[in-house]
């Protein structure tokens, strides 16, 4: 069976794709096949002499890649990567950006096309041994379409394939990430705006202050290691903008939701409804999220969203494991 294949966003396209062995037979066609299979090998040149019917194994002239599911979705209409797309990317700057983090600038061909609004991410596709990847997700700090950069802020918390990928990163390296990815960005419709956050959320609420409209209120309470990792929103425009750090100076650790918990139970909030913003480790977002309620906040006012599991590595698609 043959087919053409292109991906018109990196402007490559597989002359002949040849499907050498079916699937699991539940379905007809390649295409439909790939998303029916857990993960697809996709091998470049001549096929192996010895390849015989049953393997999953595709034939792609040219190319050498791995794809999975995540990959096959960029760009797809109605699905939930309909408005990304897959960039090449390339380290032009990195380096130190405080004692917890580096700051990381890329380019890509195409860039400039990027449609992304403040508190999107980039989805890193880091690599590992072998052909495999996994998915990392980092907030997108700052998007200049005309210098054609993007720069993203990493916390550089220990250990794992995103941390290892960014803190070796130097210019000239380069690795793909789909992208935008985020639906959690400012609500134009809110009459004031609270953001709460640790270190992971601190590049996103950032941007987002960034961003908001002349005249705004609001608040952010960020929890990072110690004054050194403070950072300061480049400019704003919003009228009332209060910025709570909450240093953890070796009091606490990294993922204990006690903090950033009694900050919320104590902020003032302004008059009028408002929206909140909550990017931190998993069981720290719940009980914001559940603090939040207790004060009257309604569920509709709460944007949540889990970066991290304390003790756990992230899924292979760059979100925290669900609970089990
Ligand atoms: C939408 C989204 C946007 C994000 N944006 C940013 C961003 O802009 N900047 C940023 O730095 N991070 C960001 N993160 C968080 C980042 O993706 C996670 O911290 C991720 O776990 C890092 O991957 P890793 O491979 O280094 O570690 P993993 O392999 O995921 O984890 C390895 C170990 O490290 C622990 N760990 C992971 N993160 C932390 C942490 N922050 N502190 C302490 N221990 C940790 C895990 O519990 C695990 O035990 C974002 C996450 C999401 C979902």
């Known amino acids: 069976m043959e087919r053409r294949r292109s991906f018109p966003e990196t402007g490559t396209s ?10 699991d037979g539940t379905t007809s066609g390649p295409f439909a096949r790939l998303q029916n299979l857990a993960r697809v090998r996709v091998v470049v040149g001549d096929p192996p ?19 999975d599911r995540l990959l096959d979705m960029v760009g797809r209409p109605g699905g939930p990567l309909a408005d990304a797309a ?19 600038v890329v380019t ?9 609004a403040p508190g999107q991410d980039l989805m890193l596709r880091v690599p590992l041994a072998g052909d495999k990847v996994v998915n990392r997700r980092y ?11 993007v720069v993203v802020d990493v916390s550089l918390h220990g250990k794992g394939p995103g941390t290892d990928w960014i803190s070796a990163a130097g210019t000239g390296d380069r690795i793909d990430a789909i992208g935008p990815r985020g639906k959690i960005t400012l609500r134009s419709d809110a009459d004031w705006h609270l953001f709460v956050g640790d270190e992971t ?10 961003a908001l409209p002349a005249g705004s209120t609001a608040i952010a309470l960020l929890e990072v290691d110690g004054p050194a990792d403070e950072q300061e929103p480049e400019a704003s425009r919003a009228d009332r903008l209060n910025l709570h750090w909450l240093d953890r100076s070796g009091r606490s650790v990294p993922g204990d939701p006690d903090p950033l918990l009694e900050a919320v139970a104590g902020v003032d909030l302004p008059t009028g409804v408002g929206h909140v913003y909550v990017a931190a480790e998993a069981g720290v977002v719940r009980g914001v999220t559940r603090t939040l309620t207790e004060r009257g906040l309604q569920p509709d006012q709460i ?19 669900k609970e089990s």
Request: aromatic share 8%; charged share 25%; glycine share 12%.
């Open 139 to 149: 907030t997108i700090r700052n998007f200049d379409a005309a210098e054609r950069k």
């Open 14 to 23: 597989f002359p002949a794709v040849r499907v050498v062995a079916r699937g």
């Open 86 to 104: 897959l960039w090449h990317l390339e380290v032009i700057e990195a380096g130190a950006l405080s004692p917890s983090f580096r700051r990381v």
């Open 49 to 67: 002499r010895d390849w015989g019917t049953g393997r999953q194994e595709f034939l792609v002239n040219q190319q050498h890649m791995a794809t």
């Open 108 to 116: 890509a061909p195409g860039i400039e096309g990027l449609q992304c």
């Open 303 to 321: 944007s949540g969203k889990a970066y991290w599991r304390r003790g756990l590595p992230n899924a292979e698609h760059g979100e925290p494991t």
């Open 201 to 210: 959320g601190m590049p996103g609420t950032l941007a987002m202050i960034e």
